[in-house]
């Protein structure tokens, strides 16, 4: 009988051989990797924190936890149901990266200078995810709280040999013709003899894009009442609030414009989309030594990439779910063996440190910034010597280039939280890759930044 059976099984395992037109040693020998090739995504995620390392994500995951009795979808989710990978950070010539020279090594799969956007070391300009997903067919969209025209974002978009080129990087937008362009910015699109405008020319670039058959809003209820094929949302003239500034009722959250790009580029489309969101405010945020605020913009980053989640669990063998970060700000994080109570003292801060800049100005009074403290940072004590720092303007040591209000009420909320910073810069610190989806296992493991690029190319480029 056993015999029988066993006779049984390679006639059936010759003729599936047959039929697929291989001989049996063919069929036994086949590679685990070619028998099995990882699905190509139909629906793409790309998350970027901006300036967020791994302390950013876990001081925001124990604030949420012991503030508000709440989890955080990157760690909950994201990482226990799929992979997490590590990712260098350096660029083609320094230690230490800008915004540019890493989003170009995620966008291009290639080492750049900083300050090069999607250029390689070498000159070379290959092409960027979202033009490879342009030829697939597939929607594209960008969306930041930073200019749209910003690093990061036009990493992803084009190719310019510097950062600041601003009207080259919206020309290489109009080629691209991305579905959903949504962020601030909208300084560099009024003609110059606009209030507010700061480009060179008369240039009317919302009036550009609207010829091209845009959509244009520049508010909340605009962005939700949006239709159409191709939309352009400017909600500021610079870049965006901080989430503590933010004026609810006209500025769009993250995880509300996100939620507008699924409806956006989901409605109608069988050839799929990828898209962009990124959180330009933990960087700014980490360069102000402002640790409210980087939680505040890390848990609008979480609720963000929820709502890609929930699109997952709809969609789970179509989509793929990346969160990642071009490089680390400021090496923020806790010492000193501090109470957990010192994070609910972080969430009684009721504005952004770049708020506090603003509204004490270039010449503070002493008792402007009493009074600033003792509305805006209750519980607070601002020692003697932070104070004279912010009224006689003293940097606060060679390592922090922040402004001196701002690195002064830093150091009183460090003081009373044990909450420090190694810098007011950029660090080389690896970041890490989360990954859940079609082809996550990709991301896996200690790749270089280029790699993330790479690996994502080779999906694309297999969906047809």
């Given at each position: 009988m056993r015999q029988k059976n066993l006779s049984k099984l390679f006639?059936?395992?010759?003729?599936a051989a047959a039929l697929s037109g291989r001989s049996l040693i063919a069929f036994f020998n086949t590679a685990p990797s070619e028998a099995a090739q990882p699905a190509a995504p139909k629906y793409v995620f790309i998350f970027l924190a901006d300036g967020a390392g791994v302390t950013h994500m876990e001081i925001t995951r124990l604030f949420n936890q012991h503030v508000h009795k709440e989890g955080l979808v990157i760690p909950d989710k994201i990482m226990k149901e799929g992979l997490v990978?590590?990712?260098?950070?350096?660029?083609?010539?320094?230690?230490v990266t800008d915004s540019s020279a890493g989003a170009t090594a995620l966008a291009c799969g290639c080492k750049a200078k900083n300050g090069a956007v999607g250029m390689c070391e070498d000159g070379r300009m290959p092409k960027t995810v979202m033009e490879i997903a342009k030829e697939q067919n597939m929607r594209v969209g960008l969306v930041t709280n930073s200019t749209v025209y910003d690093a990061t974002p036009a990493a992803f978009a084009g190719h310019v040999t510097n950062?600041?080129?601003?009207?080259?990087?919206?020309e290489q937008y109009l080629s691209l013709e991305p579905n959903l362009l949504l962020g601030g910015g909208r300084d560099q699109f009024l003609p110059r003899s606009h209030p507010g405008s700061r480009r060179r020319d008369d240039s009317d670039v919302i009036a550009t894009f609207k010829n091209k058959g845009y959509a244009y809003v520049s508010d909340r209820q605009g962005l939700s009442e949006s239709k159409g094929g191709k939309v352009l949302g400017l909600f500021s003239l610079k870049d965006m609030s901080f989430e503590l500034d933010r004026d609810k009722d006209k500025e769009p959250s993250l995880s509300e414009m996100?939620?507008?790009a699924i409806r956006?580029?989901?409605e109608g489309n069988d050839r799929g989309f990828i898209v962009l969101i990124e959180n330009e405010n933990i960087d700014s945020a980490a360069h102000m030594l402002d640790a409210a605020s980087v939680i505040q913009a890390y848990r609008e980053f979480d609720r963000s990439v929820g709502l890609a989640y929930e699109f997952y669990k709809k969609h789970p063998a179509d989509t793929l779910i990346l969160v990642t970060s071009d490089h680390e700000t400021g090496g923020?994080?806790?010492t000193g063996y501090p109470p957990f109570e010192s994070l609910k003292?972080?969430?009684s801060i009721r504005i952004s440190l770049s708020k506090a800049v603003e509204l004490l100005g270039p010449k503070p009074s002493a008792e402007a910034v009493d009074q600033l403290v003792a509305e805006h940072f209750k519980g607070?004590?601002?020692?003697?010597?932070?104070?004279?720092?912010i009224i006689k303007r003293k940097p606060h040591g060679p390592t922090f280039r922040s402004n001196p209000t701002a690195a002064g009420l830093s150091a009183m909320i460090s003081a009373h939280t044990q909450l420090h910073w190694i810098s007011s810069a950029h660090t080389n610190q690896p970041v890490f890759v989360a990954a859940l989806g079609a082809g996550a296992e990709r991301f896996r493991g200690y790749q270089d930044n280029t790699d993330f690029a790479k690996q994502l190319i080779a999906l694309l480029e297999r969906k047809k």
């Open positions: 006639l059936f395992l010759a003729v990978g590590l990712l260098t950070t350096h660029a083609a010539n320094s230690l950062r600041n080129l601003y009207s080259a990087i919206l996100t939620r507008a956006l580029l989901q923020m994080g806790f003292k972080i969430a607070f004590v601002l020692a003697p010597e932070f104070k004279e720092a």
